[in-house]
């Protein structure tokens, strides 16, 4: 049952103070702005282009919307006035996504579940027509995608009650933030080992080394040299060796770094489907980290899940930021149940960070996210989160800017 | 001699209201915003980023950025909060781009030479200088590209000459937009007959098949079979035949069509230098069509076209909007004086339209562009021009908001 108008959009600058910590920062990128991936709070670049996009939504019937999804991603992602500052990629897919996020959250409140169980009940043909085929047809048709969906119809039940039972298993990056000093490092390490995240079936030597994250900042043939020394420490991969753009040299490294047993993970910088197809066409990837904000939201992520699965690579989530967790546990989630079928090699990031601003936080058990019961796609944050942190006025920037006046 | 600090940078969101006739109107963008490709005009997303950037500019000293251009590149490209919008790429390239245009062609004036000239005398240490070599190394090293400029030196001279006596050949773009009626592509095409448009060297029976653009439509499998199908009409190129973030879909497309004498032309939306080295390594272009404000800047552009020239894949820059043809002929005539020394297979995008508001227009004589001689990289707008555009206040934009809201 799907009703309704959508009668005004609002956007919201969240930002968490958090680089001031270090919490969430890496060797390249500084988490002061990650409010923008989540669903509504975004950066104000991106504020300023979900509101250009606003036109598309506003006025529109929910139902008319969902009805024709693939046509109505298309229609955000061939705006006339905002193609030509993409396309699909950057700022502007950051605000499509933020508008899809918002309209996927909706849909499932409507229909009273949960969205991963949104996803597992929707028949396969309405399944596919949320995705936009264009520029990925020579990997992916949407007779194929018919065919991997329908096959996967096929102990589906058995999965859902799995799931249910025993969730989706988690791996922890919240112990080594390069921020850390020496001894905070120590304290979170031995909390985590107390909190149960060291699993046997990944336990390695060295917590540290267990996956090796380069952050984007090695050239390929330093990537190869720094790996092949690292090799002995037998990371299971080696994430963001290099440019997130670069398909042709992640699968120079990977062909290097295989024979060592090293897999090479990337995603969560991957700008659209497009790049996803050239990965797994070139063998550039072992690991595939999707991110549920930076691609087209749903739309776009079930195309990559597909074509992960139709080149049997598997699919480990990108999370983190603000919300980031909430909302991809939904897709790695379906994709278990109704597309890969799979947990071999597969596991879902987590870092816990700022769970307590959001209204239906993620649930971990026993180092596994457990499926959410509420409906929706766990995007909503609390009011009064928002309120406080809202950007520049809100009582948390207020301190903090005067603060730096001084 | 560069002496002198940055003060201010004056951001200013100048839009011409081409989109209502049709003027440069491909089958995917709208020419609505396209002054946010020029140097100081930009579209609000872009000018939310160079505010946000504008702190690594101010008060700075000219001569501390020129001084260690490759350092201050690095700096703009990974600012801890920005980078993960991008990075590099869309919104906060585009404003990077427009920061560093603006401080070469400060430097040029300082210098009392156009920008193009600049290059030419700049010794090739001092070029190498200025570009940042990271994800490009497996192709381009820092020695490479010096044994290219050094050998570029040998009968610089002799083309300089040249190119002040006859200029680089263009090729006119005016005459077929999709916007336009039958009547009017009538009109427009015997016009550019009769200026001398229809260069000998170029003219096949159909002007308006000369060059054939897709501007990204297609998918792979259908760009083959509808040039498969359009080669009868011997087209020099397709340009943009699928998703310009195709490289592995380019490289199929160049396969199948090279042996139909068709070559592949792309780049115009080509956000990085990581995608171009990606395009060369993968022989998916016969033609390299850099752009003056997408990539970051001249510092990115001058890697382009060193690696263009190691792989002897001719360079045919893209042009129109507000202000490209301004600015992207300072780039291919230091390009054929100093790198790739050769006009085979080579030609500069012409587009009729906006160059009266600029300071410094182009000038085209004999389907030429002929070297600008003022100094500077010709990308200063008139200030009447500039004040009568601002969006939303300018007296234009005044009155298309109020007729449209009657």
Avoid at 160 to 173: H, R, V
Avoid at 177 to 192: H, I, R
Avoid at 267 to 280: A, D, M, P, T
Avoid at 350 to 369: G, N, T
């Amino acid at each position: 049952m799907v009703r309704g108008r959508i009668s005004r959009l609002s956007v919201r600058d969240v930002r968490f103070p958090t680089s001031l910590g270090g919490h969430g920062s890496d060797a390249m990128v500084s988490a002061g702005y990650m409010g923008a991936r989540a669903c509504g709070p975004s950066y104000s670049g991106v504020v300023c282009a979900v509101n250009a996009l606003a036109h598309h939504v506003l006025n529109k019937d929910l139902k008319d919307i969902v009805g024709d999804f693939r046509g109505f991603y298309r229609q955000l992602t061939s705006d006339g006035q905002l193609r030509w500052i993409g396309p699909e990629k950057g700022v502007v897919h950051l605000a499509t996504a933020a508008i899809l996020n918002a309209v996927w959250d909706l849909w499932a409140k409507q229909e009273g579940k949960p969205v991963w169980k949104l996803l597992v009940d929707m028949d396969p043909r309405t399944l596919v027509s949320c995705i936009d085929f264009r520029y990925i047809t020579d990997v992916l048709t949407e007779e194929d995608a018919l065919e991997i969906l329908q096959k996967g119809q096929v102990g589906k039940k058995e999965r859902e009650e799995q799931m249910l039972a025993q969730g989706y298993p988690a791996y922890t990056t919240s112990c080594a933030w390069l921020g850390y000093s020496d001894d905070t490092l120590k304290q979170v390490g031995a909390t985590a080992l107390q909190q149960g995240w060291l699993r046997a079936d990944l336990l390695v030597k060295n917590l540290f080394l267990q996956m090796m994250d380069a952050n984007q900042r090695w050239d390929v043939p330093e990537a190869v040299e720094w790996m092949s020394k690292l090799a002995k420490f037998k990371p299971l991969w080696i994430e963001e060796p290099t440019s997130p753009d670069d398909i042709l040299g992640h699968a120079t490294i990977s062909k290097a770094l295989v024979p060592l047993g090293i897999g090479v993970a990337t995603g969560e910088q991957c700008h659209n489907r497009v790049i996803f197809k050239q990965l797994l066409q070139a063998k550039a990837l072992q690991f595939l980290q999707i991110d549920s904000c930076r691609l087209g939201s749903i739309n776009e992520n079930l195309s990559v899940l597909l074509m992960a699965k139709k080149f049997e690579i598997p699919v480990c989530p990108h999370a983190g930021g603000v919300g980031l967790c909430e909302l991809v546990q939904h897709l790695i989630i379906f994709d278990y149940i109704s597309v890969s079928a799979s947990l071999k090699n597969r596991m879902c990031e987590y870092v816990d960070h700022l769970h307590e601003h959001f209204k239906y936080p993620v649930m971990i058990q026993r180092a596994s996210y457990m499926p959410p019961k509420d409906a929706g796609y766990s995007t909503e944050m609390k009011e009064e989160s928002v309120r406080k942190h809202q950007y520049p006025d809100g009582e948390v920037w207020n301190k903090l800017l005067a603060a730096q006046e001084n």
